[in-house]
């Protein structure tokens, strides 16, 4: 009996130790450790096995989207110079969207390297300050960042020969960030999506006091991702576009697996089901 109740007592720390930490399985599946690649043209995968940062080569430095997880910078640094590229070659920052997974490694990678970093209007108090203000990922703070310059629907970046246009894609998080940009392999032109997430992600759609806006944000996020004109679908969780099975079956001579006008619409289909399916059933809720 007393085993009993000890290996009781025992499940019951284990269960709030687990509800302490949520994510924390998440996490460290997410943070295994993956080797950097190529993908086309002047971009390159530098992130972890669960979670996308890309780094853009231009003639005056890198820019960078996203830093992944506060314990993934480590990993990701190391990535990077295997690449052979030094830290304070990072003069850019980009921040897909606010929440832990993608913006946790920002404070370190900025402090690191001494980029400028660039987000939307209606993240920028969320990285600032680090805390997210509704769903589970509120949770989950993360060391805060200072954010140089604000980014608009249609903003474009150019540096070092690269431009990028940054197009808000809310609803995962209030500014969501996709960014497009035009890349030359070959002789032939592609455009790149870095699309930001489309999940719910645990969020209240209904009922969120918070974030009154997030299903008409999701809504017009699904229009909007659909109409991008892109061939090359890169995602901010390596599994939405099978970013790591395209990498093995990169071979040279073939076509390029990265490039694919199919992907976004399967990407957008499947998040949108999703999305109503988790709205009716939050709906449905008493
Ligand atoms: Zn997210």
């Given at each position: 009996m007393k085993s009993a109740i000890a290996a009781l007592a025992a499940l019951a720390f284990i269960t709030a130790a687990k509800a302490e930490q949520p994510y924390a399985q998440d996490r460290i599946v997410w943070n295994k450790p993956t080797a950097p690649f190529h993908i086309i043209g002047n971009v390159y995968y530098v992130g972890t096995a669960g979670i996308s940062v890309y780094l853009i080569e231009t003639r005056k430095g890198v820019i960078l989207i996203d830093a992944a997880l506060p314990e993934s910078v480590p990993h990701v640094e190391r990535n990077i110079k295997a690449l052979g590229f030094d830290l304070k070659d990072i003069k850019i920052i980009l921040a897909g969207h606010a929440h832990f997974d993608h913006a946790g490694g920002l404070a370190a990678v900025k402090r690191d390297s001494g980029a400028r970093l660039f987000a939307s209007q209606a993240d920028k108090p969320v990285l600032e300050t680090g805390q997210i203000d509704y769903g589970p990922c509120k949770d989950v703070p993360f060391d805060p960042v200072k954010v140089d310059q604000v980014?608009?629907?249609?903003?474009?970046?150019?540096?070092?020969?690269?431009?990028?246009?940054?197009?808000l894609t809310p609803g995962h998080t209030r500014g969501c960030t996709s960014w497009t940009m035009p890349v030359v392999e070959n002789g032939q032109k592609h455009t790149i999506l870095f699309a930001c997430s489309l999940t719910v992600g645990g969020a209240p759609l209904v009922g969120n006091t918070a974030y009154p806006r997030i299903i008409d944000d999701f809504r017009h996020s699904f229009s909007r991702m659909r109409a991008f004109d892109t061939d090359i679908l890169l995602t901010q969780h390596p599994y939405n576009a099978d970013e790591l099975g395209k990498a093995s079956r990169v071979?040279?001579?073939?076509?390029?697996?990265?490039?694919?006008?199919?992907?976004?619409?399967?990407?957008?289909?499947?998040?949108?089901?999703?999305?109503?399916?988790?709205?009716?059933?939050q709906s449905a809720k008493p």
């Open positions: 980014v608009k629907n249609g903003d474009k970046i150019s540096f070092g020969g690269v431009t990028l246009t940054a197009y071979k040279a001579g073939a076509p390029n697996p990265f490039v694919n006008r199919d992907d976004l619409g399967r990407y957008v289909d499947a998040a949108e089901r999703d999305f109503d399916a988790e709205l009716a059933r």
